[in-house]
T-cell receptor
């Protein structure tokens, strides 16, 4: 089985722009979660999608949003980018109550 | 708010030494996962512990889940340079895609 894939792997944007990141879960996994990883804050939960519905949400501003499609693929969007949004964005998928499996991440740099 | 305190944050040891990483919380988790992460990549699952008091072994790595399911430890015997990396513990609630991560332990094993 193919693992979780994320595109793009690297992205450079400037302040004020918006960005969309994509995640394809492991086949058969219906839950997709997104995390932000920074050196100062570590790994922080952004949100989880299950069957095209947001099931959980972390403590991030409304500039961070996401969605899930009927094939379980998910996207996250960050609008009005700030310097502090520079981070490794990770997505993870799981099936039922099973363990989460992570993708390689998208490294976002905001200049 | 659920928190996981992971210690130590940094560890630099010689090849052949033993080490233990601790993960503590005041909250109960339905399961706890240990991941290892290489720079620029996503976390890779090492083990999931579910039952209080559970001990799992993965070659030279021993994982333990506390009886009350609030804490966990990772013990590495005879560390090797290939063990170098960032070790992360993560607690999960029941049937949720939200993981609470510890701050991580950066391990460096010198030859």
């Amino acid at each position: 089985k193919a693992g979780v894939t994320q595109t793009p792997r690297y992205l450079i944007k400037t302040r004020g722009q918006q960005v969309t990141l994509s995640c394809s879960p492991i086949s058969g996994h219906r839950s997709v979660s997104w995390y932000q990883q920074t050196p100062g804050q570590g790994l922080q939960f952004l949100f989880e999608y299950f069957s095209e519905t947001q099931r959980n949400k972390g403590n991030f501003p409304g500039r961070f949003s996401g969605r899930q499609f009927s094939n379980s693929r998910s996207e996250m969007n960050v609008s009005t980018l700030e310097l502090g949004d520079s981070a490794l964005y990770l997505c993870a998928s799981k099936q039922g109550a099973d363990t989460q499996y992570f993708g390689p991440g998208t490294r976002l740099t905001v200049l | 708010t659920q928190l996981l305190e992971q210690s130590p944050q940094f560890l630099s040891i010689q090849e052949g030494e033993n080490l233990t990483v601790y993960c503590n919380s005041s909250s109960v988790f339905s399961s706890l996962q240990w991941y290892r992460q290489e720079p620029g990549e996503g976390p890779v699952l090492l083990v999931t512990v579910v039952t209080g008091g559970e001990v799992k072994k993965l070659k030279r790595l021993t994982f333990q889940f506390g009886d009350a399911r609030k804490d966990s430890s990772l013990h590495i015997t005879a560390a090797q340079p290939g063990d170098t990396g960032l070790y992360l513990c993560a607690g999960a609630g029941s049937n949720t895609g939200k993981l609470i991560f510890g701050q991580g332990t950066t391990l460096q094993v010198k030859p």
